[in-house]
């Protein structure tokens, strides 16, 4: 792919993540209607702001550059060369709960690659955005992790959903309150990701993630200067993987505790 064609979808990237962010806070703030459902896994919601956000990206993404895939939270696709995927509400449940703490993920992999990353984070208007090679920032500040060197001065997110075995999650948790961590979860991966690499927080992790969720935050914090577990897993970018994400003092200390 030529730059010319990779900086075009660079800057659609982040005007879609800012116009699907806008509709998706016309339902947060309850201009537009909607009602929450159940996926049927316990605390597992979807709304229908998720399902219009969507397809408003992929209806956009489709008229821009038809010849890419996407891959999307809610209506799935398939894994190809040029690829988009769709996180339209990340962190619904603090969504549907009226919680200010969700966004839009948005992320182009060329040829297995992840290259263009943006989350937007609509209550705060946000807009966190990486290029493979040109850097991190944040509503055009430059993004970098933390220099937090120690895990007992570390501010770090734990993420947790009803899939994971939950006795290997307690035991993961105490071993970094152990270790002097502060340990939080506030419920929005694709977020939480962006916020270590700006260096709000100082590490993420989870045993698994969906490639909609952590795809577009581990480019952010590899470009801010952070190291990541080599995402996806062996099943390959659908399958998705484990998640460690951190300042890079951090990283070792917490691969060794995780055991991923």
């Not at 993987?241 to 991923?260: C, K, T």
């Amino acid at each position: 792919m030529q730059a010319a064609e990779l900086d075009a979808r660079a800057r659609f990237a982040g005007e879609l993540a800012r116009e699907a962010g806008a509709l998706a806070l016309r339902y947060f703030e309850r201009e537009l209607a909607y009602t929450a459902e159940s996926k049927g896994v316990q605390q597992d919601w979807v709304s229908i702001a998720d399902h219009a956000v969507e397809a408003h990206c992929r209806t956009r993404l489709s008229a821009a550059f038809p010849g890419d895939a996407m891959l999307g939270e809610e209506t799935g696709g398939a894994v190809a060369d040029r690829l988009w995927v769709i996180d339209p509400i990340d962190g619904t449940l603090n969504f549907v709960h009226g919680v200010r703490y969700w966004c839009v993920s948005i992320v182009f992999i060329l040829n297995g690659q992840r290259r263009i990353g943006a989350v937007y984070d609509p209550p705060h208007d946000e807009l966190f955005f990486a290029m493979a090679g040109g850097g991190a920032r944040v509503n055009d500040h430059p993004m970098h992790v933390s220099d937090c060197k120690r895990l007992d001065r570390a501010l770090v997110m734990q993420g947790y959903v009803q899939r994971h075995d939950f006795e290997a999650h307690l035991e993961l948790r105490r071993a970094l309150i152990l270790a002097g961590a502060e340990v939080k979860d506030h419920g929005a991966g694709a977020l939480m990701l962006a916020h270590v690499a700006t260096g709000r927080f100082d590490a993420y992790l989870e045993p698994h993630m969906h490639p909609w969720d952590a795809s577009a935050g581990l480019l952010m914090v590899e470009e801010a200067g952070g190291r990541i577990l080599a995402y996806p897993g062996p099943n390959g970018l659908q399958a998705g993987g484990a998640v460690i994400a951190s300042a890079p003092a951090l990283y070792d200390r917490l691969r060794a505790l995780a055991r991923w």
